[in-house]
């Protein structure tokens, strides 16, 4: 298969016919998402079909295989866990996984067991991959973890017995990981509660109900690099380790370090990293620099058609409440994304204070010449922006616009990212991709990165996203 290959979810790419990539269907401006009406349906499927969908999001799984093998070049001691909670952080669980695996990963890493188990069930077998799951409350599917043969954290009394009964049930041994709170104050025992855990669990291995895999903790300032909290809960990490060593529990594998840990803090990075949001490209230090200072690249770029284009006179009101008024005779753009498919109400333009909205670039693609970045002008609506195009723009409705993807963004002259929508959001990079909606189709390209059984996977995938047939085009 060719590097152009790619899967798409949900469905065909608006707006091109399956089988021929890179063609403009009659009838269609060249540079549009939006084509004629698709032909076919999955069978069962309901609600409006998101092929006709006027935006989309295109992961580069290339880009995932890179950014992992990079970060495994950071910490070249280690094995890497890729998180790939809350829908691989908006980017797509099985193929992020997969894209993360080819590029070195060993293990996937999943807040909730119903990740975990999707990605089982999508064919993700522990021959593949290590998964670990780590927040559940009691009366979870923990027999369901045991058969699928996923690790299981255990941060609670509790959690041991319910474990250990799961495993008897199952008739097979829990792999455990115990999650000590090293001064988080989150999810995680407590170093005073540790003797009795410890207790438990070696009564229960020496029954055989578990196997100690791991022990680890999760950092509180690793996103400010020097923090004296970083080097603190390592020692109170590594005081842990010591007591359930001497209790007789002897952990396989120590972790600790996050993304922003793996980039900037050796110290923590002992025998497994769990980069999150790095592996899709993003970095948790902006304050260090671009992304690519760390050999990363951001996986995702989301783009639009403009539905809308119109001339409008100076002193004309925008979005509600007027927070914009065009400042002369103008040209505006209407893009229909909104809050509604998550791009944050916050990053709307003019309020006022007249704060700057989120950058998008038009009149060009991400690396073609002619390009510019404008500001969303007015209130983000639950289903479209409005953009200010300027007096001499030539846009055209049709036009692709793109909102973030891949670059050192807006400061640097670049195309804007999903830091630079943060930034104008008053919020962090991590949420931008996170809570973008269900309705914006995800569409993953560099398949051809990925092993035969990989993009077999990833073919027969009934993604969250998908209401439609999946396809893989050459």
């Known amino acids: 298969m060719s590097d152009t290959q790619r899967t798409t979810s949900p469905g065909t790419p608006p707006g091109t016919p399956a089988g021929t990539p890179g063609t403009v269907p009659t009838g269609a401006r060249a540079g549009s998402l939006a084509g004629p009406a698709p032909t076919s349906r999955a069978s069962g499927s309901d609600g409006p079909d998101p092929r006709a969908y006027p935006a989309r999001a295109v992961v580069d799984l290339a880009a995932v295989r890179d950014n992992v093998r990079a970060l495994a070049d950071l910490a070249p001691s280690s094995e890497v866990m890729a998180v790939v909670k809350a829908d691989a952080y908006g980017h797509g669980l099985v193929a992020s996984a997969l894209g993360a695996l080819a590029g070195g990963a060993t293990w996937l890493g999943t807040a909730q067991p119903g990740e975990a188990l999707a990605l089982r069930a999508a064919g993700v077998g522990p021959d593949r991959a290590r998964v670990l799951t780590w927040l559940y409350p009691p009366g979870a599917p923990l027999r369901d973890l045991v058969e699928a043969h996923v690790d299981v954290s255990l941060a609670a009394r509790w959690a041991v017995d319910e474990v250990v009964a799961a495993a008897r049930a199952a008739g097979r041994t829990a792999r455990v990981h115990l999650a000590v709170d090293t001064g988080l104050g989150r999810n995680g025992i407590m170093p005073a509660d540790l003797p ?31 923090h004296p909290t970083v080097v603190a809960q390592a020692d109170v990490f590594d005081e842990a380790v010591r007591e359930a060593e001497r209790a007789g529990v002897v952990p396989e594998l120590r972790h600790l ?28 230090v902006p304050q260090l620099g671009p992304p690519s200072r760390f050999g990363l690249r951001p996986a995702m770029t989301l783009e639009a058609s403009l539905a809308t284009v119109k001339r409008v006179p100076g002193g004309h009101g925008v979005s509600y409440s007027h927070h914009y008024t065009t400042p002369q005779d103008t040209t505006l753009g209407v893009v229909p994304l909104g809050y509604g498919d998550g791009i944050p109400r916050h990053a709307s333009g003019g309020g006022p204070e007249g704060s700057p909205g989120g950058p998008v670039l038009v009149g060009a693609r991400p690396g073609e010449p002619g390009g510019r970045v404008v500001r969303v002008a007015g209130r983000v609506c639950m289903d479209q922006l409005v953009l200010d195009l300027g007096p001499d723009a030539t846009e055209r409705a049709g036009d692709v616009v793109t909102l973030f993807g891949a670059g050192d963004g807006v400061a640097r002259g670049g195309v804007p990212t999903a830091e630079d929508w943060a930034q104008a959001a008053g919020t962090i990079s991590y949420e931008i991709t996170t809570r973008l909606g269900a309705r914006v189709p995800r569409e993953h390209v560099g398949t051809h990165v990925l092993d035969d059984g990989a993009r077999a996977l990833l073919a027969r995938d009934p993604s969250p996203h998908d209401s439609t047939e999946r396809t893989v085009r050459a």
């Open 257 to 284: 370090a996050n993304s922003a840990a793996t980039l900037t803090a050796p110290r923590t990075h002992y025998d497994l990293v769990r980069p999150g949001l790095a592996a899709y490209g993003m970095t948790p």
């Open 196 to 226: 009795d855990v410890l207790d438990a669990v070696a009564r229960a291995e020496a029954e055989g109900a578990v196997r100690v895999v791991g022990m680890w903790s999760h950092l509180a300032f690793a996103d400010e690099p020097g």
